[in-house]
Nanobody
Framework: QVQLVESGGGLVQAGGSLRLSCAASGRTFSGYHMGWFRQAPGKERDFVAAITWGGGSTYYADSVKGRFAISRDNAKNTGWLQMNSLKPEDTAVYYC?????????????????WGQGTQVTVSS
């Protein structure tokens, strides 16, 4: 069992930046790939970014390429999502997730463990 806790969300103006953190406990986080997803009210939970367990490969949704960066430090059992040049359409609850498998990390069904979410609001 892996427990995930997101933090770092908040209110920011368009064009600003935030860095979200995902702290893991339980089984060692180093054995899990990590993803970030987001969900606005009334919408599906959408893929944002993913990183493999060793950090060697990263993946991004087209909507955030060039603006967001995913990273991790397994020694700290922590992952991050750096969000720059934020837009109002980035407003959502952001979730981190973990899976021991590597198949399609852009799919919500791939992940076994989820955090509680952290709110990101971007004002225009």
């Amino acid at each position: 069992q892996v427990q995930l806790v997101e933090s770092g969300g908040g209110l920011v103006q368009a064009g600003g930046s935030l860095r979200l953190s995902c702290a893991a406990s339980g089984r060692t986080f180093s054995g899990y790939h990590m993803g970030w997803f987001r969900q606005a009210p009334g919408k599906e939970r959408d893929f944002v970014a993913a990183i493999t367990w060793g950090g060697g490969s990263t993946y991004y949704a087209d909507s955030v390429k060039g603006r967001f960066a995913i990273s991790r430090d397994n020694a700290k059992n922590t992952g991050w999502l750096q969000m720059n040049s934020l837009k109002p359409e980035d407003t959502a609850v952001y979730y981190c997730a973990a899976t021991p498998r590597y198949r399609d990390l852009s799919r919500t069904s791939e992940y076994d463990y989820w955090g509680q979410g952290t709110q990101v609001t971007v004002s225009s």
